[in-house]
Protein backbone atom coordinates (compact mmCIF):
# COMPACT_ATOMS: atom_id res chain seq x y z
CA UNK A 1 0.00 0.00 0.00
CA UNK A 2 1.61 3.63 -1.18
CA UNK A 3 1.30 6.05 1.58
CA UNK A 4 1.79 9.55 1.54
CA UNK A 5 4.50 10.82 2.71
CA UNK A 6 6.84 13.94 3.36
CA UNK A 7 7.97 16.15 1.12
CA UNK A 8 6.71 17.07 -2.55
CA UNK A 9 4.20 14.51 -3.70
CA UNK A 10 3.57 15.38 -7.39
CA UNK A 11 4.37 17.74 -10.00
CA UNK A 12 3.62 21.19 -9.14
CA UNK A 13 1.19 21.30 -12.23
CA UNK A 14 -1.27 18.79 -10.79
CA UNK A 15 -2.54 20.53 -8.07
CA UNK A 16 -3.50 24.49 -8.02
CA UNK A 17 -4.15 26.35 -5.51
CA UNK A 18 -7.59 27.07 -4.44
CA UNK A 19 -8.52 30.69 -3.96
CA UNK A 20 -10.56 31.50 -0.78
CA UNK A 21 -13.81 32.02 -2.86
CA UNK A 22 -13.80 28.41 -4.48
CA UNK A 23 -15.53 25.76 -2.56
CA UNK A 24 -15.13 22.20 -1.78
CA UNK A 25 -16.95 21.22 -4.90
CA UNK A 26 -13.67 22.85 -6.87
CA UNK A 27 -11.39 20.86 -4.16
CA UNK A 28 -13.24 17.65 -5.27
CA UNK A 29 -12.82 18.79 -9.07
CA UNK A 30 -9.01 18.95 -8.80
CA UNK A 31 -9.04 15.51 -6.29
CA UNK A 32 -10.90 13.79 -8.74
CA UNK A 33 -9.01 14.38 -11.34
CA UNK A 34 -5.51 13.73 -9.77
CA UNK A 35 -7.19 10.45 -8.72
CA UNK A 36 -8.10 9.89 -12.48
CA UNK A 37 -5.05 10.35 -13.92
CA UNK A 38 -3.28 8.03 -11.45
CA UNK A 39 -1.12 10.92 -9.26
CA UNK A 40 -2.63 9.34 -6.37
CA UNK A 41 -2.69 5.86 -7.52
CA UNK A 42 -4.99 3.25 -5.36
CA UNK A 43 -4.16 2.36 -2.18
CA UNK A 44 -2.56 6.05 -1.53
CA UNK A 45 -3.30 7.37 1.42
CA UNK A 46 -3.92 11.52 1.61
CA UNK A 47 -3.29 13.35 4.67
CA UNK A 48 -5.33 16.36 4.88
CA UNK A 49 -2.29 18.76 6.61
CA UNK A 50 -0.01 18.57 3.50
CA UNK A 51 -3.30 18.81 0.92
CA UNK A 52 -4.85 21.61 2.52
CA UNK A 53 -1.25 23.53 2.35
CA UNK A 54 -1.07 22.40 -1.51
CA UNK A 55 -4.56 23.51 -1.97
CA UNK A 56 -4.14 26.77 -0.18
CA UNK A 57 -7.57 25.64 2.15
CA UNK A 58 -8.58 24.81 5.84
CA UNK A 59 -9.13 21.50 6.42
CA UNK A 60 -12.85 21.91 7.06
CA UNK A 61 -13.87 22.60 2.65
CA UNK A 62 -10.82 19.88 2.53
CA UNK A 63 -12.60 17.11 4.64
CA UNK A 64 -15.68 18.10 2.93
CA UNK A 65 -14.19 17.42 -1.05
CA UNK A 66 -12.72 14.29 0.32
CA UNK A 67 -16.18 13.16 1.78
CA UNK A 68 -17.49 13.38 -1.03
CA UNK A 69 -15.03 11.57 -2.97
CA UNK A 70 -15.84 8.85 -0.19
CA UNK A 71 -19.56 9.07 -0.93
CA UNK A 72 -18.45 8.69 -4.59
CA UNK A 73 -16.79 5.42 -4.44
CA UNK A 74 -13.32 6.83 -5.47
CA UNK A 75 -11.82 7.00 -1.87
CA UNK A 76 -12.33 4.38 1.18
CA UNK A 77 -12.04 5.08 4.80
CA UNK A 78 -10.16 3.41 7.05
CA UNK A 79 -11.29 3.66 10.87
CA UNK A 80 -7.93 5.47 13.10
CA UNK A 81 -5.93 5.34 9.88
CA UNK A 82 -7.63 7.76 7.43
CA UNK A 83 -8.90 8.13 3.81
CA UNK A 84 -6.97 6.19 0.73
CA UNK A 85 -7.77 6.05 -3.18
CA UNK A 86 -10.19 3.12 -3.28
CA UNK A 87 -7.84 -0.37 -4.50
CA UNK A 88 -9.03 -1.50 -7.79
CA UNK A 89 -9.26 -5.31 -9.04
CA UNK A 90 -10.33 -7.36 -11.94
CA UNK A 91 -13.88 -7.66 -10.53
CA UNK A 92 -14.00 -3.79 -10.41
CA UNK A 93 -13.36 -3.29 -14.16
CA UNK A 94 -15.53 -5.59 -15.58
CA UNK A 95 -18.29 -3.95 -13.19
CA UNK A 96 -17.10 -0.39 -14.69
CA UNK A 97 -17.48 -1.39 -17.82
CA UNK A 98 -20.59 -3.83 -17.23
CA UNK A 99 -22.36 -0.30 -15.23
CA UNK A 100 -20.88 1.51 -18.47
CA UNK A 101 -22.86 -0.82 -21.65
CA UNK A 102 -26.10 0.00 -19.30
CA UNK A 103 -25.61 3.42 -19.30
CA UNK A 104 -24.40 4.36 -22.70
CA UNK A 105 -27.14 1.51 -24.18
CA UNK A 106 -29.69 3.25 -22.54
CA UNK A 107 -27.88 6.33 -24.09
CA UNK A 108 -28.15 5.42 -27.25
CA UNK A 109 -32.22 4.61 -27.36
CA UNK A 110 -33.07 8.07 -25.71
CA UNK A 111 -30.76 9.61 -28.63
CA UNK A 112 -32.04 7.65 -31.79
CA UNK A 113 -36.09 8.75 -30.13
CA UNK A 114 -34.78 11.99 -29.67
CA UNK A 115 -32.99 14.96 -32.04
CA UNK A 116 -30.10 12.38 -33.37
CA UNK A 117 -28.95 15.13 -35.83
CA UNK A 118 -27.53 17.32 -33.18
CA UNK A 119 -26.22 14.18 -30.97
CA UNK A 120 -24.12 13.34 -34.39
CA UNK A 121 -23.25 16.64 -34.60
CA UNK A 122 -21.64 16.78 -30.89
CA UNK A 123 -20.28 13.39 -31.60
CA UNK A 124 -18.40 13.69 -34.91
CA UNK A 125 -16.38 16.89 -32.90
CA UNK A 126 -15.42 14.21 -30.34
CA UNK A 127 -14.31 12.08 -32.42
CA UNK A 128 -12.66 15.01 -34.59
CA UNK A 129 -10.83 15.50 -31.41
CA UNK A 130 -9.66 11.85 -31.25
CA UNK A 131 -8.14 11.63 -34.67
CA UNK A 132 -6.26 15.08 -33.40
CA UNK A 133 -4.80 13.42 -30.88
CA UNK A 134 -3.76 9.94 -32.60
CA UNK A 135 -2.11 12.27 -34.90
CA UNK A 136 0.15 13.97 -32.18
CA UNK A 137 0.93 10.25 -30.65
CA UNK A 138 -0.03 11.26 -26.88
CA UNK A 139 -1.23 9.09 -25.09
CA UNK A 140 -2.81 11.10 -22.37
CA UNK A 141 -4.84 13.64 -24.71
CA UNK A 142 -5.60 10.14 -26.38
CA UNK A 143 -7.47 8.81 -22.81
CA UNK A 144 -9.07 12.31 -22.56
CA UNK A 145 -10.12 12.61 -26.19
CA UNK A 146 -11.57 9.08 -25.78
CA UNK A 147 -13.15 10.11 -22.46
CA UNK A 148 -15.20 12.98 -23.54
CA UNK A 149 -16.40 11.13 -26.59
CA UNK A 150 -18.14 9.00 -24.05
CA UNK A 151 -18.90 11.93 -21.90
CA UNK A 152 -20.73 13.52 -24.98
CA UNK A 153 -22.35 10.74 -25.61
CA UNK A 154 -24.23 10.32 -22.84
CA UNK A 155 -24.59 14.33 -22.32
CA UNK A 156 -26.70 14.14 -25.90
CA UNK A 157 -28.89 11.62 -24.45
CA UNK A 158 -30.25 15.09 -22.83
CA UNK A 159 -30.74 13.12 -19.70
CA UNK A 160 -29.05 14.83 -16.27
CA UNK A 161 -29.49 11.28 -14.13
CA UNK A 162 -27.42 9.30 -16.90
CA UNK A 163 -25.06 11.45 -17.07
CA UNK A 164 -24.61 11.79 -13.37
CA UNK A 165 -23.84 7.90 -13.43
CA UNK A 166 -21.26 8.06 -16.32
CA UNK A 167 -19.53 10.95 -14.87
CA UNK A 168 -18.65 8.75 -12.25
CA UNK A 169 -18.24 5.46 -14.63
CA UNK A 170 -15.81 7.55 -16.54
CA UNK A 171 -13.77 8.22 -13.48
CA UNK A 172 -13.22 4.87 -12.33
CA UNK A 173 -12.46 4.02 -16.39
CA UNK A 174 -9.47 6.13 -16.07
CA UNK A 175 -8.51 4.99 -12.83
CA UNK A 176 -8.53 1.39 -13.89
CA UNK A 177 -6.23 2.02 -17.19
CA UNK A 178 -4.15 4.34 -15.10
CA UNK A 179 -3.52 1.55 -12.46
CA UNK A 180 -4.19 -1.84 -14.28
CA UNK A 181 -3.01 -0.96 -17.97
CA UNK A 182 0.07 -2.60 -19.31
CA UNK A 183 0.37 -0.25 -22.41
CA UNK A 184 -2.11 2.03 -24.40
CA UNK A 185 -4.14 0.66 -26.98
CA UNK A 186 -3.52 1.50 -31.16
CA UNK A 187 -4.95 5.16 -31.53
CA UNK A 188 -5.84 4.33 -34.93
CA UNK A 189 -7.72 1.24 -33.90
CA UNK A 190 -9.82 3.02 -30.98
CA UNK A 191 -10.16 5.56 -33.78
CA UNK A 192 -11.83 3.32 -35.69
CA UNK A 193 -13.96 1.77 -33.02
CA UNK A 194 -15.46 5.26 -32.43
CA UNK A 195 -16.30 6.08 -36.08
CA UNK A 196 -18.41 2.94 -35.94
CA UNK A 197 -19.62 4.05 -32.80
CA UNK A 198 -21.00 7.05 -34.62
CA UNK A 199 -21.49 5.89 -37.86
CA UNK A 200 -24.17 3.24 -36.09
CA UNK A 201 -26.08 6.43 -34.45
CA UNK A 202 -25.69 8.65 -38.00
CA UNK A 203 -27.44 5.74 -39.50
CA UNK A 204 -30.25 5.51 -36.88
CA UNK A 205 -29.60 1.42 -36.71
CA UNK A 206 -30.31 0.42 -33.11
CA UNK A 207 -29.32 -3.10 -33.56
CA UNK A 208 -25.50 -1.92 -35.23
CA UNK A 209 -25.02 0.36 -32.20
CA UNK A 210 -26.00 -2.06 -29.39
CA UNK A 211 -23.80 -4.45 -31.39
CA UNK A 212 -20.45 -1.70 -31.24
CA UNK A 213 -20.89 -0.51 -27.98
CA UNK A 214 -20.82 -4.12 -26.50
CA UNK A 215 -17.71 -4.91 -28.73
CA UNK A 216 -16.16 -1.72 -27.39
CA UNK A 217 -16.58 -2.91 -23.92
CA UNK A 218 -15.69 -6.01 -24.25
CA UNK A 219 -12.48 -5.35 -26.20
CA UNK A 220 -11.74 -2.38 -23.45
CA UNK A 221 -11.71 -5.21 -20.84
CA UNK A 222 -9.52 -7.47 -22.90
CA UNK A 223 -6.96 -4.48 -23.48
CA UNK A 224 -7.07 -3.67 -19.39
CA UNK A 225 -6.78 -7.13 -18.22
CA UNK A 226 -5.28 -8.84 -20.97
CA UNK A 227 -5.22 -12.75 -20.84
CA UNK A 228 -7.27 -12.49 -17.03
CA UNK A 229 -9.84 -10.79 -19.32
CA UNK A 230 -11.58 -13.58 -20.98
CA UNK A 231 -15.00 -13.54 -19.26
CA UNK A 232 -17.33 -12.06 -20.83
CA UNK A 233 -18.95 -9.23 -19.52
CA UNK A 234 -22.60 -9.17 -19.50
CA UNK A 235 -24.55 -8.54 -22.64
CA UNK A 236 -21.41 -9.25 -24.94
CA UNK A 237 -22.05 -11.85 -26.85
Given amino acids: MTELI ?5 DAASLEPVHRASTPALVADQLRRAIMRGVF ?7 EVELAGRFGVSRGPLREAMQRL ?3 GLLRAERHR ?5 DLDEADVR ?6 LAVEGATATLILAGDRAAAVARLEVAVAG ?3 AASAGDPTAMADADQSFHAELVAASGSPRLRRMADGLLVETRMCLAALQDSAPDPAGLVRE ?11 DADRFG ?20 VDIPGCE
Avoid: C, K, N, W
Fill in 95 to 100: DVYTAR
Fill in 194 to 204: HEGLLDALRAG
Fill in 6 to 10: AGPLI
Fill in 211 to 230: SAIAEHMADAVDRILGDRAR
Fill in 41 to 47: PPGTQLG
Fill in 70 to 72: VAE
Fill in 130 to 132: MRA
Fill in 82 to 86: GLFVR
